[in-house]
């Protein structure tokens, strides 16, 4: 099988689709104030203005923007077409920033598709010897691909890393529809041979987590609930096991972005976001304990402010050469529009609902 799941999208940039631009897409986010109250404004009213961290643990990292597929939804913009990706150069001077930093219990691994990246193994190894908490966000399909993947379960497994993995829906024409031709079952495949492995099963301590995102403009049903039908469709149909479901709202950023406009169901959806704002949810952000490292080393708030090239605002501590993490931890987290996606309902974060 190619290592390319078949697809008929390329990515924005690869249209030269003028949503490739992060100035215009901010652009968009901030048109409308009168109509669209801006987050900053809410965050005044609830007196969390400025945002600023609580604590630096989580250490996200994009290792690339290359992927195996091209998602409907995909905030990155990720794809086959797109070559950007971490050098091992910056590898190790992210290296040696967990080395004297010892608060961060997690490194999070993310993409496109993370494996792609030709020293991905090593860098899993390096982080290994630290005794780091590592998670990877991997997209199944990846694992399928192509015969040199086939073995990353048992390489998982060997580095403990915890698998946190997309799977729109539990059934295959709505997982295709945003995902591509030929992906659930790709998936499907990927879970099984996770779970023989010992991944999502009771007492390995092998965590396998699914992520849901909406298919449509719409935000995210109850997390907990959704969990339980998907538990129960994923035995009953395939006799796969996993630990968690994370609920996902979509942010209005890039591939979704620029669907939201061209289907008609921008200003409806940012007004959901904006009525469903949650105080709770805004007091327990990601941004808050989380730093994320772009593929070329820059430092971002979140893995969304990466997507719209939104640099920390302590300017002598932006790339990961010149980390400082009392800068960091003293830092106003950059905010916008977008943000009402982490806020709404239950909230959102990596890790699911965050209220």
């Not at 689709?17 to 809410?42: C, G, M, R, W, Y």
């Not at 930093?101 to 030709?118: C, L, S």
């Not at 997390?223 to 395939?238: I, P």
């Amino acid at each position: 099988m190619s290592e390319f799941v078949k697809v008929k999208l390329k990515s924005l940039k690869a249209n030269e689709n003028i949503l490739s631009k992060a100035a215009h897409q901010i652009a968009v986010l901030e048109q409308n104030p009168d109509v669209f109250t801006p987050f900053k404004t809410q965050l005044q009213t609830i007196g969390l203005s400025p945002l600023q961290p609580t604590s630096l643990e989580i250490f996200q990292i994009n290792l690339g923007k290359m992927c195996n597929q091209v998602c409907t939804h995909c905030h990155v913009d990720a794809g086959p077409d797109r070559k950007e990706i971490m050098t091992k150069e910056t590898m190790e001077v992210i290296l040696e920033v967990l080395k004297v930093n010892p608060n961060f219990k997690i490194v999070d691994m993310t993409g496109g598709a993370p494996e792609m990246n030709p020293n991905f193994r090593w860098f899993v190894e390096e982080v290994s010897k630290l005794g780091i908490q590592m998670y990877v966000r991997c997209n199944l399909t990846i694992i399928t691909a192509n015969k040199k993947y086939n073995d990353l379960p048992q390489f998982f497994k060997l580095h403990q890393i915890e698998v946190i993995s997309s799977l729109p829906f539990y059934s295959k024409n709505r997982t295709d529809k945003q995902r591509g031709d030929g992906v659930f079952e790709s998936s499907i495949k990927a879970l099984k041979m996770l779970n023989e492995v010992g991944y999502g099963k009771p007492d390995s301590g092998l965590k396998l987590n699914l992520v849901y995102n909406p298919a449509g403009a719409f935000l995210p049903p109850d997390q907990n609930a959704l969990e339980k039908e998907y538990k129960t469709a994923l035995q009953k149909d395939f006799g796969i096991e996993f630990n968690n479901l994370f609920a996902i709202t979509n942010l209005p950023v890039s591939r979704y972005l620029d669907y939201l406009i061209s289907s008609g169901n921008y200003e409806d959806y940012m007004t959901k976001l904006i009525d469903a704002f949650n105080p709770s949810a805004a007091q327990n952000v990601m941004c808050r304990n989380t730093i994320s490292i772009g593929w070329d080393g820059y430092i971002y708030d979140c893995d969304f402010n990466q997507m719209l090239e939104l640099k920390v605002t302590c300017k002598d501590a932006q790339h990961i050469s010149n980390f400082d993490s009392n800068a960091l931890l003293n830092r106003t987290i950059i905010v916008n529009n977008h943000c009402y996606g982490c806020t709404a309902g239950s909230g959102s974060s990596c890790g699911g609902a965050v209220a």
